[in-house]
C-alpha cells in the first residue's frame, strides 16, 4: 500500500468511526494535527503508533489493509451477529445484503 492510500484508508476510516482527525489525535496522545498530517500525506506513523490507530478504530492492522472493506468494525459486528442463525435466517440475511448493494 501505498503512502496515498494509506492516508486515504485512514481518513475513510476515521470518518467511519464518526470522530475528527483532531480528536483522534489527541486520544493517541499526540499533537492535535497529528492524524492531519498523515491524512494528507505529510507525515506517516511510527509502528507503534500504527498499532495504537488500530486498535483506536477497533479494528485489526490485517483489516486496516483489507480495502474492499468500508468498515470492517462494522462487517466483523455483522458476522458475530449472524453466528447461530440456522440456514433459513442466514438465506434471509444474503437477501437483504444482496438487495442493499443494488
Do not use: H, W
Request: charged share 25%.
Amino acid at each position: 500500500m501505498e503512502q496515498k492510500e494509506f492516508s486515504l484508508r485512514l481518513s475513510m476510516l476515521r470518518i467511519n468511526k464518526g470522530v475528527s482527525a483532531r480528536d483522534m489525535s489527541l486520544s493517541l496522545g499526540q499533537s492535535p494535527g497529528y492524524i492531519n498530517n498523515i491524512e494528507v500525506g505529510k507525515n506517516f506513523p511510527s509502528m507503534t503508533v500504527f498499532f495504537y490507530i488500530c486498535e483506536y478504530l477497533g479494528i485489526t492492522p490485517a483489516e486496516f489493509f483489507q480495502t474492499d472493506s468500508q468498515n470492517p468494525q462494522k462487517e466483523r459486528e455483522l458476522m458475530e451477529a449472524a453466528k447461530g442463525l440456522n440456514n433459513q435466517q442466514l438465506d434471509n440475511l444474503i437477501f437483504m445484503a444482496k438487495g442493499l448493494k443494488k
